[in-house]
């Protein structure tokens, strides 16, 4: 059979393509609908994923580094919120509660493993002689970016998680949470953008896109992955403060009223 | 480029205010009128920086005034206000608006940083060999083999790269019509580099706080042309006299005083003494300034300060002689031939 | 509290009145070691300001002789460090913090009491060893900064800087249990219905603040003890001649130094909050924004310290890395300028004196702050640092924006401290003077610092174009001591004929004004309880600002009734005087005295003081080791005890002080040269050590588990087996050490053996405090009442114990197993 | 009074009301035998030349772990209310900054020693 209509990438479409039908199947089988929000947010998760992988790698074929850096933010920073914030709970209960998965659910879930599996991939996946493996073999490229989804999701469960059976930790803990994150991200960020070598040799190997020079692109690209996620997490957990803000004063419980207060005006 | 216009066009106006408010001739240390390269960096971001200060000043001070005087009424006189406690717009602009000034002036900043510390000096520069001491500037041209104190003498136009070192505690390096100061720290070597562009002399002092006399910790920079500095060079790269060829009666006197005095352990004279933990007096005659250069090379100041030199520098580490009369005028004038 | 009883007659009417002398020195109630505070510190502000007219005279000319050389560098070295450290911080933490915070978040008083009576006293022994100098042989002369190598013995002979550093080693210690109370007390005493987003913005910032103070003060602690040791112990850990780095010094005195302009300058921007929307009438404009941009500010001042060593050397990226992160901190701080505009726009200003001041502060700091984002910038700091630009620039900041916050600080809760109003006339008349006075004398020093004028220079040659800025500088300066001259004058003559003060002067805001002026001892007859923000305003006004307001239209805003001011109808247990806190405190001076003199029967004689004093304390109550032994005093928040926030505050404090030593090691082992290395080290050994305090840890849990069943006897085993695995640790220990003594390493043989000893003997002196500690527990489990219900002085000694371990797991893989891994 | 305060513990806390309970022994000692092992295994590593290239990192990796567990076990880290961590690990951020920005400022300055 001919994938050629599938394009370069034809696991990109497939995946998808497979969401997409698993989405629909499920709201088939329970006969539930999601909220608007929730489908607007899920088609936009699709379509990310779609240019991510698709728009985007065409430029990694030019061996721009900086632009492979964007594709890793976009699969860990933007694409797991955005789906985890177009399922709905109901979607999600009956297997994820299920009995067989539960243990490991609540295991993955917990704040500390989400951060410690997320850190350990997305530290290890750039270590030079997996990511040049990563460049070079295109099955191990795919399953790498599949990782950072799948750690990318557990990852921000702690914060968007759709069930409150396996809930989000709270604003505070949240703002820590992703303060923390900035870690490992600055642990991968900050020796790329300070090394004096192209760190990663498939960059060396064939001839650089844009009429850029290996080494700046790979600054820019380790600048864009410092300063790039800096900037998004703080913009995050400011908008986390926010609602803790709104939560801590407007939605307090309010206290009993007590008889009406005493005033006198002095004279 | 308009923008570049204008900023230019801003930041002469701005200039001659600040430099319009004294001329350079009472001012012999402004940064605002600066005469090397590493000078004019600095001052343009500085000017830079100013005018979006004063854009944001001014933006303060009119919302600060409009607010105060159109509200300052009495208590009791108006009804209580009903403005609101928060306005997402207002507080998302005041702060992009400001991230926006600091985008603009971090960049000429960075850019700044990098250029002026190069990594190796230029390639046709000259290198000098700064050696800051309690409280005085000791200098040595490793090239021409040339030491001496509390006057630096360099050609215009070539780049200078400087190697500060210290002898005891931290000092700063700065002449500020030449550009930025650069800490000396002890047991570090750190480096300046700037190309001076317009021959004069430019007074510097330690900007480090270093015990009792900081303040008297002074020096000279004399930016010549070449030739100047080529005939200068040669002049400091003489030996001096030998003792016993010297004519003048008073001044072979003095020399008699100076060899058998304890000058010798620590001043070094050229084939007379070898002492190098004050400053060389080899070609001390030729200098303009002495002490530190807190005072002018005069024999007056000489005899003074062979006297009791605490009285002029206060913790300087030279013991007063008991030096008099005669014996005095002889090492004054002694010193005073050495050029 | 169903039926109304009649209420108790109480005595005193309010926290001033009776106790006599006595009562002062073994006060506990935080109003009371405010008042303490505020009159040591006022004291230091005069002789701050005295010195500075000093140093003005001196400037007048050139080749002026009005005082020494000396004597100049010994006034600009006191006038920062009293005004820093005796004047200003003391004002806004131990004043203005300490007697509000309980008031505005509706609490009797702060977590530990007893505490924060001994901040005071030890900060007052800090403040007399700084002072002591004038006695023996001249005052501390090297600068508030005192950059090292200067203050080494070999440039800096003689006793003045020794007061200096014990005195500052000292004064530290007491802020960081200033602050670690004031963060304890916001945590976990607030009202019902005071959550973290309705506190006033006073109380943000001190909470801020006292994060700050708990992770900058240990660097600065640090690098003082380096000092210590190089000047008596004959360590070199700023001499250049073995290996060693000055630099190390100014690196630790920054990493506390910036963070300690923001210390300030929070509680000012918090004084400023409070004062502003009062004095308007209207909420604070962007009330999270300004939490948020509080929280932003401190977290960004731990990596900016970089910015006063521009000139030091430390390379272009290091220069550009904290040049930008230094500029970001102008986006809060704009945040905070523009929100405070913002509340008074539109608002119905009452432009009394503290509003006054508060608006001055606001132009003020703007100033201080532009000028601030130019220093930012690395090159343009070349030009400026240590020039009298700079010298504008942080007094623009610290006067005009701390002291100016003060000012309005004092004059806003003058009323609600003493009872007494001060006299808006002399207020107005100080406030133009101060004006004048202040922008006169610091306004030029711009122009003069611009014209290469350096800082700390006693004279400067003619010629220069400086003389005539300068002399308008000291005119002014002179106008400025008067302004503060009238307030002195102003504070005498309020206490002695000032207006009475009703309990609401200024129709506020926070809960401090539904108190009487002065307060009761007990603050609250009823715990307030809180429906939103700006408590007392939603109780005066309601939440829609309709209630109550006939009274404020005829003039009278609304005040407390008495009935609402009315004496308790049930007895409020207070926590009972102690006079510990000030024993212990001598203990802290005396042992300080010895050092310097080197006498160590002295030191012994100090130290056993003060030992004694802090068992004393623990043991001062039924309840072993509890603060207060009133349970209304010292709620607890969630199942969360004070204590154990309080001890978990003061282990990540100690994060920083193990860090910095650690740093330390790491840098000097890269440097060492001669002598023996870190290969010296055994594993063997020291695995089996480990090995001990990683079981000591397994028994101290055990010794937990075992007396929250309730069972006495094997927590007695548990911990007994606690304290002898410890004592096995530090055996090995002592043995390792003489043994390497013996080898030819001891701690002034070279850079590895000074940075090892005191980072392991450090942590070995943390382990000794901890046996102390487990035995005096031991030993109290005897008594009668140690069951289950005191699990907690268990769990609280295990945790400091636990830290000790986890200190030492980190010790044993870099100091040890890393041993071959050469240095930074 | 007493009343007073009962509403405190109810409003004015967050999210954790109840009194945190404590583990057993039983994961007391599993948690000390890990301990234990890792300590083994660190001490393995500094005496086994193959790993020197790698030791740097395995060590931080054990060390964290022996960190982590004895903070979130013997320490209660894991079963005590979010602020108490919250209360630790800023600190540990900040120290870990610290050292690693001094490690690296003077790593520079190495190349500038007199």
Known sequence: MDFDFLGEHPSVPIGCAILAILYWGACRLTGRRPTSRQAGWFVLALITIFFTHTAIDEFADDRIFFMHMLQHLLQTFVIPPLLLLGTPDWMLRPWVMSRPVRPFARFFTNPVVAFLLFSAVFVSAHFPAVFDRMCRDENFHIFLHVCFMVSGVIMWWPILSPLPELPRVSYPAQIMYLFLLMIPMTAVAAPITLANQVIYGWYLEGPHGWGIKPMDDQVLGGLLMWIGQGTYLMAVFTAIFFKWSRKEDQDMPVLPETPRPRLRVVS | ?339 | ?824 | ?114
């Open chain 4, 1 to 114: 009074m007493s009343e007073a305060t009962q509403t405190a513990g109810a409003i004015a806390t967050h999210d954790h009301a109840d009194q945190p309970h404590h583990p057993g022994a039983g994961i007391y000692l599993i948690v000390a035998l890990f301990l234990c092992v890792l300590t083994a295994m660190e001490i393995t590593v500094f005496y086994v030349p193959a790993l020197k290239t790698v030791i740097v990192p395995v060590l931080l990796v054990l060390a964290a772990a022996k960190f982590a567990l004895i903070a979130m076990f013997f320490m209660h880290l894991k079963y005590d209310s979010w602020t108490l961590s919250g209360i630790f690990i800023f600190p540990l951020f900040i120290a870990a900054f610290m050292l690693a920005s001094l490690m690296m400022l003077f790593a520079y300055l190495a190349h500038h020693l007199a």
């Open chain 2, 1 to 339: 480029m308009s923008r570049r216009a204008f900023s230019l066009g801003a930041m002469s106006i701005l200039a001659a205010f600040l430099s319009g408010c004294a001329s350079n001739r009472e001012l012999p240390m402004t940064t605002l009128a600066p005469k090397s390269d590493l000078g004019q960096w600095i001052y343009h971001l500085f000017i830079e920086v100013t005018l979006w200060d004063a854009l944001i000043l001014a933006i303060v001070l009119i919302a600060f005034i409009l607010a105060v005087f159109i509200f300052s009424t009495r208590v009791g006189e108006a009804a209580p206000p009903k403005s609101a406690a928060s306005d997402l717009k207002l507080e998302i602009a005041w702060t992009v608006g400001p991230a926006l000034v600091i985008l603009m002036i971090s960049v000429p900043t960075v850019r700044t940083v990098f250029r002026s510390q190069p990594r190796v000096a230029p390639a046709d520069s000259l290198h000098i060999r700064v050696i800051a001491h309690q409280w005085w500037w000791e200098f040595q041209y490793p090239d021409s083999k040339v030491i001496t104190a509390n006057e630096l003498h360099i050609p215009v136009n070539r780049p200078i790269r400087l190697d500060l070192v210290s002898s005891d505690v931290i000092h700063s390096f700065w002449v500020p019509q030449l550009g930025g100061k650069r800490d000396v720290v002890p047991g570090q070597i750190n480096e300046l580099t700037f190309e001076a562009n317009v021959p004069g002399m430019y007074p510097g002092q330690c900007a480090e706080f270093c015990g009792d006399s900081h303040a008297n910790m002074r020096f000279r920079v004399m930016v010549e042309t070449p030739e100047q500095f080529a005939e200068w060079t040669k002049l400091q790269q003489a030996v001096p006299v030998a003792v016993d060829q010297i004519t003048d009666a008073s001044v072979a006197d003095g020399a008699k005083v100076f060899a058998d005095s304890p000058c010798t352990s620590c001043h070094r004279i050229d084939g007379v003494s070898k002492g190098y933990i004050a400053p060389d007096l080899t070609h001390f005659g030729s200098r303009t300034t002495m002490a530190g250069g807190i005072m002018a090379n005069t024999p007056d100041n000489v005899a003074k300060w062979i006297t009791d030199p605490q009285a002029l520098k206060p913790g300087a580490l030279m013991p007063p002689l008991g030096l008099r009369g005669q014996q005095l005028n002889d090492l004054v004038a002694y010193l005073e031939s050495l050029k």
């Open chain 3, 1 to 824: 509290m169903a039926a109304h009883p009649k209420p108790l007659h109480v005595e005193p009417a309010n926290y001033l009145q009776g106790g006599g002398v006595i009562g002062w020195l073994t006060t506990v109630d935080h109003k009371r070691i405010a008042v303490l505070y505020g009159v040591s510190a006022l004291l230091f502000l005069g002789l701050g300001g005295l010195e500075a007219m000093a140093i003005r005279i001196q400037l007048w000319a050139p080749g002026e002789h009005f005082i020494s050389a000396r004597a100049y560098n010994e006034l600009f070295t006191m006038h920062g460090t009293s005004m820093l450290f005796l004047a200003v911080m003391p004002l806004l933490l131990g004043t203005f913090a300490n007697f509000m915070l309980p008031l505005q978040i509706g609490a009797r008083d702060v977590a530990f009491p007893r505490i924060n009576a001994l901040s005071f006293w030890v900060s007052l022994m800090g403040a007399i060893l700084l002072h002591l100098g004038w006695f023996f042989g001249g005052l501390p002369d090297a600068g508030w900064f005192g950059y090292a190598n200067l203050t080494e013995r070999m440039y800096s002979p003689g006793l003045p800087l020794d007061f200096w550093t014990l005195g500052l080693i000292v004064a530290g210690a007491s802020t960081i249990l200033a602050t670690l109370n004031f963060l304890v007390t916001l945590i976990t005493m607030r009202a019902p219905g005071m959550s973290y987003m309705r506190m006033p913005m006073f109380c943000w910032a001190i909470m801020i603040t006292s994060i700050l103070v708990l992770l900058a003060f240990p660097p600065l602690t640090v690098g003082l003890i380096f000092l210590l040791m190089d000047r008596f112990f004959g360590t070199h850990f700023y001499i250049v001649s073995a290996g060693a780095t000055p630099i190390l010094w100014q690196h630790l005195f920054w990493l506390f130094g910036h963070p300690e302009v923001y210390i300030i300058a929070l509680p000012a921007f918090g004084v400023i909050s409070e004062v502003v929307p009062t004095f308007s009438r209207k909420p604070l404009f962007g009330y999270p924004m300004m939490a948020y941009s509080i929280c932003l500010i401190a977290f960004l001042s731990y990596g900016v310290w970089g910015h006063h060593m521009f000139a030091t050397g430390m390379g272009p990226v290091a220069d550009a890395a904290f040049a930008v992160t230094s500029m970001l901190i102008a986006i809060p701080t704009g945040i905070k300028i523009f929100s405070w505009i913002a509340t008074v726009w539109g608002g119905s200003l009452r432009m009394t004196t503290s509003f006054y001041f508060a608006l001055g502060m606001i132009l003020e700091f703007t100033f201080g702050g532009l000028s601030g984002i130019m220093h930012a910038s690395a090159p343009i700091d070349l030009q400026q640092t240590d020039s009298y630009f700079v010298v504008a620039h942080f007094h623009y900041v610290l006067f005009g924006g701390a002291v100016f916050a003060i000012l309005a600080g004092i004059f806003y809760w003058w009323p609600k401290v003493t009872g007494k109003m001060l006299s808006e006339r002399l207020g107005k008349l100080q406030f133009w003077l101060t004006i004048i006075g202040f922008n006169g004398t610091f306004f030029p020093m711009h122009f003069l610092g611009m014209w290469g004028m350096p800082r700390r220079i006693y004279t400067y040659g003619a010629g220069l174009g400086w003389t005539h800025l300068n002399q308008l500088e000291t005119v002014c300066a002179m106008i400025l001591g008067l302004a503060f001259l009238v307030m002195y004058i102003n504070m005498v003559w309020s206490i002695a004929n000032g207006e009475k003060a009703p309990p609401d002067p200024w129709d506020g805001r926070s809960l401090e004004w539904s108190v009487a002026s002065p307060p009761p001892v007990y603050n609250f007859a009823r715990i307030p309880e809180v429906r939103g923000r700006d408590a007392w305003w939603i109780v005066k006004y309601g939440r829609t600002g309709s209630r109550g307001l006939a009274a404020y239209m005829s003039g009278k805003p609304p005040q407390p009734s008495a009935a609402d001011l009315a004496p308790p109808a049930e007895p409020i247990h207070m926590p009972a005087p102690s006079i510990f806190p000030l024993i212990l405190s001598i203990g802290v001076l005396v042992a300080s005295l010895g050092v310097i003199i080197g006498e160590w029967r002295i030191v012994i004689l100090g130290a056993v003081t003060l030992v004694v004093a802090a068992i004393a304390m623990g043991f001062e109550y039924p309840t072993f080791g509890q603060e207060s032994h009133d349970p209304m005093a010292a709620p607890s928040s969630g199942g969360t005890d004070v204590r154990k926030v309080g001890i978990w505050s003061f282990i990540g404090s100690e994060c920083l002080f193990f860090a910095s030593l650690i740093a330390t090691y790491i840098i000097y082992k890269g440097r060492n040269i001669g002598g023996p290395g870190a290969e010296i080290l055994e594993i063997p050994l020291t695995s089996f050590s480990t090995f001990a305090l990683l079981m000591s840890s397994l028994a101290m849990v055990l010794a937990l588990a075992a007396i929250q069943r309730n069972d006495r006897t094997w927590m007695r085993v548990w911990l007994g087996t606690t304290i002898g695995l410890g004592l096995v640790f530090l055996g090995v220990e002592a043995y390792e050490f003489t043994h390497f003594y013996h080898e030819g390493l001891s701690l002034q043989t070279d850079l590895f053996g000074q940075s090892f000893f005191t980072l392991v003997g450090f942590h070995g002196a943390h382990v000794s405090i901890g046996v102390l500690w487990l035995a005096t527990l031991w030993f109290a489990s005897f008594g009668e009442k140690f069951d289950g219900s005191r699990s907690l002085s268990v769990e609280l000694a295990g945790l400091y114990w636990h830290f000790v371990d986890i200190v030492w797991v980190i010790i044993f893989t870099l100091v040890y197993l890393m041993q071959q891994v050469k240095g930074a």
